[in-house]
């Protein structure tokens, strides 16, 4: 398997586990893909330039805004979604990465965030 398909094959896996509503994205990576943790997080910061936390707290957050907007929903219904004990958590947590509250985020907004793909 090239670098390529295995960091494609992360990416998926970390959606899949997104989606799923894992409560620990990063164990549960490390399980399935039989990466020791660290390593794990090392690899991906050199490869996505991003650290593997950030990135799984912005599919979580996009998920539930991206909920939000599909089902009409309150914000204080997506919360706990994206991993977070409170709206005041989620709404810092959007102003941080997206620098917009959630009433604020727009489906183009959401657009500019898809899953990361190999590229070198």
Do not use: H, W
């Not at 670098?3 to 894992?22: N, P």
């Not at 950030?54 to 089902?71: D, G, H, P, T």
Request: a negative charge; aromatic letters at 10%.
């Amino acid at each position: 398997m090239t670098l390529q398909e295995k960091f494609d094959s992360i990416i998926d896996c970390i959606e899949r586990l997104v989606y799923a509503g894992e409560s620990d994205i990063p164990q549960a990576l490390a399980r399935e893909s039989g990466f020791n943790l660290r390593l794990l997080g090392d690899a991906f910061q050199f490869i996505a330039d991003m650290t593997l936390i950030k990135y799984i707290r912005q599919r979580r957050l996009v998920r539930a805004l991206s909920n939000r907007m599909e089902f009409d929903l309150p914000v204080e219904e997506v919360v706990s979604d994206a991993g977070f004990s409170d709206a005041a958590a989620f709404s810092k947590a959007c102003k941080n990465e997206f620098d917009l509250t959630p009433i604020q985020i727009t489906e183009d907004v959401l657009k500019k965030y898809v899953p990361l793909s190999f590229a070198m």
